[in-house]
């Protein structure tokens, strides 16, 4: 049968197989992570040759040469035999580099690669999404300043307010979007590189490879974090990086989450209303049983989606809680879910939030005639105001001048109304 291929056997995340972009799908995929170690491989022998252990260039030359090209299935069947991942892909490697094999991950624990290539696929997630983020935020401003003096009803507590404009009320959305590019510049701007510390963080492995020579252990530690194009590297680690930078950068995920759900859950009740609409195709289907229907979809996916984005932060909170002394491996299972579906989800509410932004339609007939129909009961505060200014009490609403009775007259049929509450 035609498109019956193994992948339609078994279940998919639809946040690949469905939604995120190609950039941020590889950036979790294998193909990157892996890749990555071999990378954190050659930079470790690099500097380890560059302060005088024995290692040649031809070993360095010969892994540089077999970067890309990993047996998969080699490295599946490693690990079923050795029960762990790096040791498998160390094994993978050798096999391809039989000349560099005694010195491939030489005085490195598995978090050498493991939480290095973590933090670099952090940084690279948000390289991906502060560009999608500030062409939303380009498309919302354009829209705001087209529509900065069109009057519409503001609406609190769902119910109809003063007057705003379309413009203003994006400006509210606009606002909460920026203080997002701050928190997810601010975010990437503090990772640092966890670099070359040990099984313990102590960095004892190295100076018994460079013979209790601390400067050429740090020094070692400054030339990989420079290799891998960090800046600084973290001052104190356990075995792992402290999760608490996956809460940093989980929370500002978490956190445009919420401002995409507010603003798309506000164009959804708009959207209602008839005043403002999403882009909607001209072959789309709104309902396979009402055909009239002009459904939200794109803004429903971003709440659906935001929702799960929200959920999310709660894992590293949780798994930065619950570490043991220098670490446990309880945090690993749960951190190679959280953290790809936290950058991905964040990928996918974006391009379609771009989306939205780029093609709102806004209906003038529909607010302006949802304007006068509650203008009467919008000119009651400048009614209080006016009886305040002929003298009146604003908290005796009875006390009614001379001077204010004109402004009722055009009213005068609709205040028969008799309202009786205790609070």
């Known amino acids: 049968m035609e498109g019956s291929g193994d992948e339609f056997m078994k279940y998919r995340s639809p946040l ?82 039989p000349n560099a094999a005694p010195i491939i991950h030489l005085g490195a624990t598995s978090c050498y690669v ?8 952090l940084r690279d997630g948000f390289d991906i999404l502060l560009p999608k983020l500030a062409r939303v935020i380009d498309r919302l401003a ?56 040990g099984t313990t963080g102590t960095q004892a492995s190295f100076l018994q490879l460079f013979q209790g020579d601390h400067d050429k252990v740090e020094e070692l530690d400054r030339k990989v974090t420079e290799m891998a194009g960090f800046k600084k590297s973290y001052l104190v680690t356990g075995q792992t990086y402290s999760r608490k ?20 859950t506000d164009i959804r009740l708009l959207a209602n209303l008839k ?83 780029e093609g709102l339609v806004v209906y003038p007939k529909v607010i302006e005639r949802h304007i006068r129909h509650e203008l009467p009961f919008m000119a009651t505060e400048n009614l209080i105001m006016a009886m305040v200014q002929a003298g009146g009490n604003r908290q005796v609403t009875r006390f009614l001048t001379e001077e204010v009775k004109p402004v009722l007259e055009p009213y005068k049929n609709k205040m028969d109304v008799k309202i009786e509450l205790e609070l």
């Open 16 to 97: 690949v197989s469905r939604y995120a972009s190609k950039e941020m799908a590889y950036n979790f995929s294998d193909k990157k992570k892996f890749t990555t170690w071999r990378k954190l491989w050659i930079y470790l022998a690099k500097a380890e040759k560059e302060l005088g252990l024995p290692i040649t260039d031809a070993q360095v030359n010969e892994m540089e040469a077999h970067v890309e090209d990993i047996n998969f299935a080699m490295a599946a069947e490693e690990e079923k035999k050795l029960r762990h991942d790096v040791m498998a892909h160390v094994h993978t490697f050798a096999y391809c580099c």
């Open 114 to 121: 493991g939480d290095n290539t973590d933090l670099i696929m």
């Open 142 to 197: 354009n829209f705001a300043e087209k529509n900065a003096d069109l009057p519409t009803l503001g609406f609190t507590h769902y119910q109809p307010a003063q007057l705003t404009t379309v413009g203003k009320r994006a400006c509210l959305w606009l606002q909460d979007l920026v203080m997002d590019m701050r928190n997810l510049q601010r975010a990437r701007d503090d990772l640092r590189f966890r670099g070359v510390k």
């Open 245 to 264: 930078v996956d809460i940093d950068s989980l929370s500002v995920l978490a956190s445009l989450g919420a401002t995409v759900h507010k603003i798309c």
């Open 275 to 357: 005043e403002i609409e999403e882009p909607f195709e001209k072959e789309q289907i709104g309902s396979s049983a009402m055909p009239y229907k002009r459904n939200p979809m794109r803004a429903e996916r971003c709440c659906s989606l935001a929702r799960h984005l929200v959920a999310l932060v709660s894992d590293p909170l949780q798994t930065a809680a619950v570490q043991w002394l220098e670490r446990t491996l309880d945090d690993s299972a749960n951190r190679r879910i959280s953290l790809p579906e936290s950058f991905l989800t964040a990928d996918i509410i974006l391009s379609t939030l771009q989306n939205i932004t």
